[in-house]
């Protein structure tokens, strides 16, 4: 079982939004668990931009703070990301990743593509 699945990127105008969705596996989706997401800009290194954290904190960068919600489901046992108001500079690809019992996990990342 593949330990987890993102979608919801796209293409988005700047000033719009876009829900990413990270499905997890049952053996990893914890409430002890690290849940972030990390956002890569073409060219540039991969950067977190949201968390919830072991103990339950949902820290964010500064640059998306205000606009950007990180929350989960444990019925779907999904982790999502909310956009909103949507800048040119929050292009990139963005990954899914989780931190459980001493192990790290990646998605395959989801394209997001702010445009007009």
């Known amino acids: 079982q593949v330990p987890l699945v993102e979608s919801g990127g796209g293409l988005v105008q700047p000033g719009g939004s876009l829900r990413l969705s990270c499905v997890l596996s049952?053996?990893?989706?914890?409430?002890?668990?690290?849940m972030g997401w990390y956002h890569q800009a073409p060219g540039k290194e991969r950067e977190l931009v949201a968390s919830i954290t072991s103990g339950g904190d949902t820290p964010y960068a500064d640059s998306v703070k205000g606009r950007f919600t990180i929350s989960r489901d444990h019925l779907s046992k999904t982790v999502y990301l909310q956009m909103n108001s949507l800048k040119p500079e929050d292009t990139g690809v963005y990954y899914c990743?989780?931190?459980?019992?001493?192990?790290?996990?990646w998605g395959q990342g989801t394209q997001v593509t702010v445009s007009s």
């Open positions: 049952e053996s990893i989706f914890s409430r002890h668990a690290f």
């Open positions: 990743h989780v931190q459980y019992l001493g192990s790290g996990y």
